[in-house]
C-alpha cells in the first residue's frame, strides 16, 4: 500500500530517490495519456460518424459516446480505488493501463456500420464503458501516488502540472484531427485516419505500463499513531460505506459537491461548447479544433499556475475566487464564443472561458489527496472525482429538455452559473488548508483537515 509524501520520511526534493521522481514524471505523463482516451471520441470521432453510425447519425450518437466513458469512471474510481487502497498504487496502476490500451485497440480494430449495422456503435459504447473504468482505475492510484511522493510545497504545483495534462491532451488531440483532414481529406480520414489516432493512444499506454514496471514504486510508508476520525471520535474501518455515510462521509460529500461544480462547468466549456461551436457558429468545421486546441492550451497554462497559487493562498480561497470568477464571467464569455464569426474572436472568447472557468481544476489533484488519509485515499480520491460527474454527464437528457424555457444557449449561461456556485459553496464547506497548513505530510494534513 502507498504510503504518504516524500517530505514526511525526510526527502527534500533534491534527493528524491529515483523512484519517486519517476512517480512524479509517471503521474505528469501518464494523466496525458489517460486524457488522449478521455477525449479522442469529442473530437476524433466526429467526422467518422457516419462510417460508424450511417446515416442516422445524430449529435446524440456522438453524445452517447462521450457519455458511455463518463459512467464507466464511477465504477472504475470505486472498484481501483479500493484495490488500489489494499493492494498498492503501482499494481493497480499497472493493471489500469493495460485495460486502457486493450479498449482502444478493440475501437481501432471497429467493423464499419456496413459489417454491423447498429452493432457497431453498441459495441463501440461498451468500449468506452470499459476504458472510462480503467482510466478512472489509473489516476486513482497514480495521482494520489504522485502527490505522495511530492514535497508539501511542491504538491499544488505538481497538482496543477498533473492536471493540466487533461487540456493539452484535449489541444493535441484537436491539432492531430486538423492536420489530418487537411493531409487525408474527409473522406480517407473517415475510413481509417481516425483509427491511426486510437492505435497511437493505445501505443502510448502500453510504453507507460513499461515504465511503471521498470521505473515506479510505492512511496514509503512510516508507521504513525492512529488519527481520531472526521468526527472526533474513533474512526471506523476504510470502508466504501464509511467514506459515504460513515466516518468519512462530510468530507465525501463536501468534496462530491465541488467536483460537481467542476464537472458542470467541463461539460459546459469543453463538451458543449465543441458541440456549439461546430453547428451553430459562423465557422468553417474545420476551424472548430483549431479554437478548441487554442483554448486548451491557454487552460493548460493557467490550471498549472492555479496549482502552484492555491499553495500560496491557501486550497479553499483560491477555489472560491475561481468559483465566484466563473459564476460572474463565464456565461458572458460563453456567449462571446458561441457567437463569434471569426476563428481569432472565437478562440479569444473560448481560451477565457476555460481560463476562467475549469482552469479551477489546478490544485485539485493535491486538495483530493490532502483530503483523505493513505488508508482511505485513492477510494476517496477515486469516488470523489468520478461519482461527482454523474450528474453533469446526464446533460444530453436535461439540457434539451430545458431549452425550450431557458433557450438554446441561455440553458448552457444557466448551466455554467450553477456550476460555479457549486464551485464556491464546496470549497467554502471545506477546510481552510492555508499555507502554513500545507507545510505539514499529507497525513498530517488529511487527518487535520477532517477535524
Do not use: K
Request: charged share 10%.
Amino acid at each position: 500500500m502507498s504510503g504518504p509524501s516524500a517530505a514526511s520520511v525526510g526527502l527534500a526534493p533534491q534527493t528524491l530517490p529515483p523512484a519517486g521522481r519517476a512517480a512524479l514524471r509517471a503521474g505528469v505523463v501518464g494523466n496525458f495519456i489517460d486524457n488522449i482516451h478521455v477525449f479522442l471520441p469529442v473530437t476524433a470521432l466526429a467526422p467518422a460518424m457516419l462510417v460508424l453510425a450511417g446515416p442516422s447519425a445524430t449529435a446524440s450518437t456522438a453524445a452517447l459516446i462521450i457519455v458511455a466513458m463518463l459512467f464507466g469512471r464511477p465504477v472504475g474510481g470505486i472498484v481501483f480505488g479500493r484495490i488500489s487502497d489494499r493492494l498498492g498504487r503501482t499494481r493497480t496502476t499497472r493493471v489500469a493501463i493495460g485495460g486502457t490500451a486493450a479498449c482502444a485497440l478493440a475501437i481501432a480494430a471497429m467493423p464499419t456500420h456496413d459489417l454491423l449495422g447498429g452493432g457497431t456503435v453498441a459495441l463501440v459504447l461498451l468500449l468506452r464503458f470499459l476504458g472510462g473504468i480503467f482510466v478512472a482505475g489509473e489516476y486513482s492510484a497514480a495521482i494520489p501516488l504522485a502527490m505522495e511522493w511530492s514535497p508539501p510545497r511542491r504538491r499544488g504545483l505538481m497538482s496543477g502540472l498533473i492536471l493540466s495534462m487533461a487540456p493539452w491532451a484535449q489541444a493535441s488531440i484537436a491539432f492531430a484531427v486538423a492536420v489530418l483532414l487537411a493531409l487525408l481529406g474527409p473522406e480517407h480520414y473517415a475510413a481509417w485516419g481516425w483509427r491511426a489516432l486510437f492505435v497511437l493512444g493505445a501505443l502510448l499506454s502500453l510504453g507507460m505500463l513499461l515504465y511503471y514496471r521498470r521505473h515506479v514504486v510505492d512511496a514509503p510508508m512510516p508507521a504513525r499513531p492512529e488519527p481520531a476520525s472526521a468526527g472526533g471520535g474513533a474512526r471506523s474501518a476504510p470502508t466504501l460505506r464509511s467514506l459515504l455515510t460513515g466516518s468519512w462521509a462530510s468530507t465525501f460529500w463536501q468534496v462530491f459537491l465541488l467536483m460537481t461544480g467542476l464537472w458542470l462547468l467541463t461539460d459546459t466549456t469543453v463538451l458543449l461548447l465543441t458541440e456549439r461551436l461546430n453547428q451553430d457558429s459562423g465557422l468553417d468545421p474545420t476551424a472548430v479544433p483549431v479554437v478548441m486546441g487554442l483554448a486548451s492550451v491557454a487552460q493548460a497554462l493557467a490550471m498549472a499556475a492555479a496549482g502552484h497559487l492555491s499553495t500560496l493562498t491557501g486550497r479553499r480561497r483560491l477555489l472560491v475566487i475561481w468559483g465566484a470568477a466563473a459564476t460572474v464571467a463565464g456565461p458572458v464569455l460563453w456567449w462571446c464564443a458561441v457567437s463569434a464569426s471569426t476563428l481569432a474572436a472565437a478562440a479569444a472568447c473560448a481560451a477565457l472561458l476555460q481560463v476562467v472557468t475549469v482552469s479551477a481544476y489546478g490544485p485539485i489533484s493535491a486538495y483530493l489527496s490532502e483530503r483523505f488519509p493513505t488508508e482511505i485515499r485513492s477510494t476517496g480520491y477515486g469516488a470523489g472525482y468520478s461519482l461527482s460527474l454523474v450528474l453533469p454527464a446526464l446533460y444530453p437528457f436535461y439540457v434539451p429538455a430545458l431549452s425550450p424555457l431557458l433557450g438554446r444557449h441561455g440553458t448552457v449561461m444557466v448551466l455554467v452559473v450553477l456550476g460555479g456556485l457549486l464551485v464556491v459553496v464546496g470549497a467554502a464547506l471545506g477546510p481552510r488548508l492555508s499555507p502554513r497548513e500545507l507545510d505539514a505530510d499529507l497525513d498530517t494534513v488529511a487527518t487535520g483537515s477532517a477535524r
